[in-house]
């Protein structure tokens, strides 16, 4: 069965400082990797995914995350935070192809993160 | 462009009572599927349907029913409320494009979150 694991409940930083959320995942097929980002209160937006080709890729707000295929991982980063990027971060596999699987997302259990003034 | 959308956003339930949560997309995407929020547990898919009239269950899907009798809506009904299905619940749609059928990223609706007392 597909899992994602994200080690860091919560994630400390101060602000202008560099980021790393980390992301690990277990799939049988060819997987499709998200980072979704939720304000409080709110629903959760796309901030980027990868689904082939580059394994570096960019998102909205600054963010960019790294496939690698060898670790199983899918890290998010970005290089100085703002006060606005506090929030969770969930990231999520799924299948690439439709009947390739449940036609449904595995989340991780998110990461929370702080910005310190 | 609505997206998807999601009501009632906030409802109160007693114990054994019945509602329906509704959602509505307008994307025409084929693909939609029901999560649940819980503190420290991520999203946890509940039910998803690949099409009008083809429904399957996801991780938690016991105490809710679905059906899909056209494109655009996907209503989660809870026949009988329990205090375990307090959770805030969110729906999703995405559709899958060219002749290999590949999945695009979910989109995903406000929330409804749901108080079972």
């Known amino acids: 069965a597909q899992s994602v694991t994200q080690p860091d409940i919560h994630i400390t930083v101060s602000e202008g400082a560099s980021l790393e959320l980390r992301c690990n995942y277990s799939?049988?097929?060819?997987?499709?990797l998200f980072w979704y980002v939720q304000s409080p209160g709110q629903g959760l937006q796309l901030l980027l995914k990868?689904?082939?080709?580059?394994?570096l890729v960019q998102g909205i707000k600054g963010f960019e995350a790294e496939f690698k295929r060898s670790q199983s991982s899918f890290n998010l980063r970005k290089p100085s935070v703002h006060w606005s990027d506090a929030a969770e971060y969930f990231c999520?596999?799924?299948?690439?192809?439709?009947?390739?699987?449940?036609?449904?997302?595995?989340f991780g259990k998110g990461t929370h993160l702080i910005i310190q003034p | 462009n609505a997206g998807v959308t999601q009501t009632p956003k906030f409802q109160v339930l007693k114990t054994g009572q019945s509602m329906t949560l509704q959602c509505a997309q307008d994307?025409?995407?084929?693909?939609m599927s029901w999560y649940r929020q819980d503190p420290g547990m991520g999203l946890r898919l509940i039910h998803y349907?690949?099409?009008?009239?083809?429904?399957d269950q996801g991780e938690v899907p016991n105490g809710y029913n679905v059906s899909r009798s056209t494109t655009e809506d996907f209503p989660l009904r809870l026949l009988s409320a329990a205090p375990s299905q307090t959770s805030v619940y969110f729906c999703?749609?995405?559709?899958?494009?060219?002749?290999?059928?590949?999945?695009?990223?979910?989109?995903f609706g406000q929330g409804t979150r749901l108080t079972v007392v």
């Open positions: 999703a749609s995405s559709y899958s494009k060219g002749q290999d059928r590949v999945n695009t990223e979910a989109f």
């Open positions: 799939y049988g097929a060819t997987p499709y």
């Open positions: 990868y689904f082939s080709g580059d394994t």
């Open positions: 999520a596999v799924g299948p690439s192809y439709s009947g390739g699987g449940a036609d449904g997302l595995t």
């Open positions: 994307m025409n995407h084929e693909y």
């Open positions: 349907s690949v099409g009008a009239g083809i429904t």
